[in-house]
């Protein structure tokens, strides 16, 4: 068996290097392959070169090379020899345990991105637009290389940044095949996904570091699943076209990734028209790691209980494309946060998030989509609402906001498409006074310009039109120009 690896694999060399212009007698590889090839070499003639689709492994288990007519044969009687391309082929395989199959997906990507005013935290990773009042200071860099605010230092008006990344390069991998026996036939999926967007962890751009985006085990019946480990959250499944950075958080889109356990049912009603319910239990702190009582506990851990989370949803045909659905849906979620030392004017130690929202898709025309979200809530810092904040400190109270985003999604040819949207989160004024740095609003108009030119590249440029408005400070206005090129596989 070593000795018929070894053949092949130096056959194989043979064929990739062509290495076959040394006459037989002195090549002792050649020699050494013919057996096995089953090919003569009469002396002083040059081993041809060999074409790897010609070379076939026989019922004897011995390769050897078919001509020409040799192939019509096996052509004509439907017979289909392994050859040595699928061979190899074979080889390269990745072999996983059990008898599942093994899938590697992701992209390779580069942003450039240009600012006309400054972001926070950052031009990468835009939450808000910051004041330009002339009252308004910022500090020096803090422990995670973003600017200290507020600070000391006036900013500039209409100062421009410009940057660029590779972050949102992506690599993952599901597995699936495989089936619970001892669980009525489960089918069965992992999947592990990461990036390198861990901009708040590490600012320079050419030694971004891995996180983990998605990361899960999950068993479904039918149309009942239940998975264990880490996805996005169960609110707000969906998400604007653009801002891939950070999906429009904090300026009305909700939602992210946290560890949880999901139960997921999908009702077939027939006639593809579906009824889907969705409920799970939750980490809290996923986000905002907060400890309002300088206790040394993390204040969602503190309370014992995980945060809950529920969606249904109605999908049906579309009567106004020929393809597409439309779906509509209803969620909401609870959670708590608690500490040992009671807080702010209310002396409050137990603290509560809410949310009730909903999320829609209506194909209008075969090259024309409106979809978008709007929700009510309060202290939903950790779900990426309330621009940040979650509770006020000062006050010892939750702050309520609202929001939402909502976005028209033009096709008009295979190569091209815009989205054209827009976004708003709006907290109650009174209820962030007292605080550091009180939003009031932040509201953004945006145009996608998406490029699917072939072969798995996209090309991407993005326009963002940014206002956040504060009490006491005039409000902080920024446009951002994103410029990006991705290549998936």
Known sequence: MPRDVLRFVLAFTLVAFNCSRSPAQDNPVAEFLAPALRLTTPPQSSIPVI??????????????LIEDGDVAEEQKEGKTSPTLRDEIAKMLTVNVKGKGKLQIYGFGRGDAYWGTSKFSPSLETPFFALSEDARFKTGPLNANFLATVPGTVPLHEDDSTFTMNARLSRL???????????????????????????TLDNVIASRAMPRIRLGYA???????????????????????????????????????????????????????????????????????????????FFDGEDTGVPGFQGRMAIKNPS???????????????????????????????????YVVGADWQFPLCDWLELRGEAWYGRNLDDYRGGIAQGVNTFLGQEIRSSGGWSEFLIKPFEWYQLALGATIDDPVNRDVRGTALPRVYNITYYAGNRFPVGGGLTLGLDFEFWRTGYLGLEEGTAERIKFWMMLSF
């Not at 074409?51 to 050897?64: H, M, P, V």
């Not at 993952?172 to 999926?189: P, R």
């Not at 904090?250 to 992210?256: E, F, H, I, R, Y």
């Not at 560890?259 to 799970?280: A, E, K, S, Y």
Request: hydrophobic share 40%; with cysteine; glycine share 12%.
């Open 51 to 64: 074409d790897e689709n010609r070379l076939f492994k026989g019922a004897d288990g011995q390769w050897r």
């Open 172 to 198: 993952g991998v599901v597995y699936t095949g495989e089936k619970a026996k001892w669980l009525c036939d489960a089918e069965l999926e992992a999947r592990v996904e990461m990036d390198f967007y861990n």
């Open 218 to 296: 999950k068993a479904t019946w039918g149309g009942f699943s239940v998975m264990l480990g880490q996805n996005w959250d169960i609110i707000s499944p969906l998400y604007p076209t653009i801002n891939d950075d950070v999906l429009m958080w904090n300026a009305g889109n909700l939602g992210d990734r946290r560890p949880q356990l999901r139960l997921n049912w999908d009702l077939d009603l027939g006639h593809d028209r579906h009824f889907i319910m969705t409920v799970g239990a939750l980490a809290t702190d996923s986000v905002g790691r907060t400890d309002f009582g300088n206790d040394g």
């Open 319 to 353: 009567h106004l494309a020929h393809k597409g659905s439309n779906e509509i849906g209803v969620w909401g979620l609870w959670s708590a946060d608690a500490t040992n030392v009671p807080i702010g004017l209310s002396k409050r130690s137990h603290f509560t998030s």
